[in-house]
């Protein structure tokens, strides 16, 4: 990529593919040098399914014609992997649920495809999917932490350059919602799952090093912290009535029509989410360019920083009775689909370029920031502290609890909760030293 990268190692946020597949049905033996048989995709892409993945396929199949591949798409992809794991038959390559599985179970469930030493010569992301040195899963694609918003709303509220500090940013969601009658903020409380990508922000308030030091810190929801400062910004744009009146009527697939057309204005998303946004505005009738996308509000001395983080993690099932063939799809489709440039991602690619989807991050000369690794051996330390604290770092419950409290359909308040955070976090730090 053409900006600078510091040194680091993401979460995985959001949406992309996964394979599930059967046995060889093509009469001849599946090999390395000649895959062959049946593979079933399985995808969280209900959009894409019987369109760009179908064409895929068909290109996939001019390199490897004795494979064939089947899609069958998922609503509900982490839940129903959920439930698939717990069996043999969850296919032959798959999405890694991050959610479900823990870094020290990767050699449970998947086939190691190579070392991170090898295999970071050529990727992105890599230790992301890997434990102990060994990759299991490749990342489909990368993203840039921000939010994306409607150009004309906050060009109408007097907003054209972005927000600075937490103060101003919440200023510029009011004045959204004072001169625009649009709704500043949109939660997706109800679908849940785009709260999860509110964790991807680690690392942009205090560095690279950030998710590493939450294994000892007894006290993380403090001010000055980077988990701290992403729930206080959502819990004070909540209290504040920045967002909408019933967020558990909030619907994913709606928002992009409704951002789209200036019916809200903002949403704390990956970069990924760009295109799907300008694709809304265009069926709106609307120029690409109403989308735009820029940093969390957490500059210093004016230089603004953005997390980088792969998405979803490609993987070959241990269980594969085609291990070959599932192995063919998941290399082509790293290095040869073009997925990542089709969503205006980060390639997980390191020859490929920026994308243009960061052309407002590129303007504004923002540096990306990608995660120190975690310790090697304790790569499932955090998911560990979190489980046995009953917090759910990387998913949603426990921010729909937080802005229940903050739109005061919960009892408490923001001290309370984040108290109670801390208290568990602390205990749940202890019991996993």
Same mark, same amino acid.
């Given at each position: ?21 059967? &046995?060889?049905?093509? !009469? ?29 396929? #068909? ?34 390559? /798959? ?33 992301? =999917? ?8 490749? &990342? ?9 918003? +409607? ?6 509220? !007097? ?10 940013? $919440?200023?510029? /969601?009011? %004045? ?15 679908? =849940?799952?785009?709260?999860?990508? /509110?964790?991807?922000?680690?690392? !942009? ?18 001010? =000055? ?18 967002? *909408? ?7 994913? *697939? ?47 001395? !004016? ?7 792969? #998405? ?6 241990? +269980?594969?009775?085609? %291990? ?13 689909? =073009?997925?990542?440039? &089709? ?6 690619? /390191?020859?490929? *370029? ?9 303007? $504004? ?5 990608? $995660? ?7 790569? &499932? $330390? ?7 604290? *009953?917090?759910?770092?990387?998913? +949603? ?16 308040? %923001?001290?309370?909760?984040? #108290? ?11 019991? +996993?030293?």
């Amino acid at each position: 990529m053409n900006r600078r990268f510091v040194t680091l190692t993401a979460l995985a946020t959001t949406s992309a593919l996964v394979l599930v597949g059967c &046995s060889s049905s093509s !009469g001849q033996e599946s090999t390395d040098e000649n895959p062959a048989g049946e593979i079933t995709v399985l995808t969280n892409r209900t959009d894409l399914v019987d369109t760009v993945f179908q064409d895929y396929a #068909d290109t996939f199949n001019e390199t490897y014609p004795d494979v064939e591949v089947k899609f069958e798409a998922l609503t509900d992809y982490e839940g129903d992997l959920r439930i698939r794991l717990n069996s043999r038959d969850y296919g032959d390559a /798959l999405l890694i649920p991050t959610s479900n599985v823990s870094p020290n179970q990767f050699a449970d469930f998947f086939e190691p495809l190579g070392t991170t030493d090898e295999l970071g010569e050529t990727y992105r992301f890599i230790h992301d =999917g890997s434990y102990d040195g060994t990759v299991y899963g490749l &990342s489909t694609f990368g993203s840039a932490m921000g939010y994306v918003f +409607n150009r004309d709303v906050w060009t109408e509220a !007097g907003i054209t350059t972005p927000p600075t500090t937490e103060e101003e940013y $919440l200023d510029a /969601l009011q %004045k959204v919602k004072d001169t625009t009658g649009a709704v500043p903020y949109y939660t997706n409380y109800a679908d =849940g799952w785009p709260l999860d990508t /509110l964790a991807g922000n680690i690392g !942009g308030v205090t560095g690279p090093d950030a998710l590493n030091e939450m294994i000892t810190d007894e006290s993380p929801w403090t001010e =000055g912290k980077d988990i701290y400062a992403i729930d206080s910004l959502l819990y004070e744009t909540v209290a504040a009535g920045l967002t *909408e009146a019933d967020p558990t009527t909030t619907n994913w *697939e709606e928002s992009k029509t409704l951002l789209a057309s200036g019916d809200i204005s903002s949403m704390v998303l990956g970069s990924w989410a760009v295109t799907q946004m300008q694709d809304a505005a265009e069926l709106a009738g609307k120029p690409r360019e109403t989308i735009g996308f820029w940093p969390m509000p957490w500059a210093t001395d !004016g230089q603004f920083e953005s997390v980088t983080a792969t #998405d979803k993690l490609i993987a070959v099932s241990k +269980n594969s009775d085609n %291990k070959p063939a599932a192995r063919a799809w998941v290399d082509w489709f790293t290095n040869d689909s =073009g997925f990542a440039e &089709s969503q205006g991602a980060i390639s997980p690619l /390191l020859s490929a *370029e920026e994308p243009d989807t960061l052309a407002d991050f590129t303007e $504004l000369g923002v540096d990306y920031v990608e $995660l120190t690794p975690r310790p090697t051996g304790d790569e &499932s $330390l955090i998911n560990d502290i979190a489980n046995s604290a *009953e917090i759910t770092l990387f998913g +949603n419950q426990y921010r729909q609890q937080l802005i229940d409290t903050a739109r005061g359909a919960r009892d408490g308040d %923001k001290a309370a909760f984040f #108290d109670d955070l801390n208290a568990r976090w602390a205990t749940a730090v202890g019991q +996993n030293q």
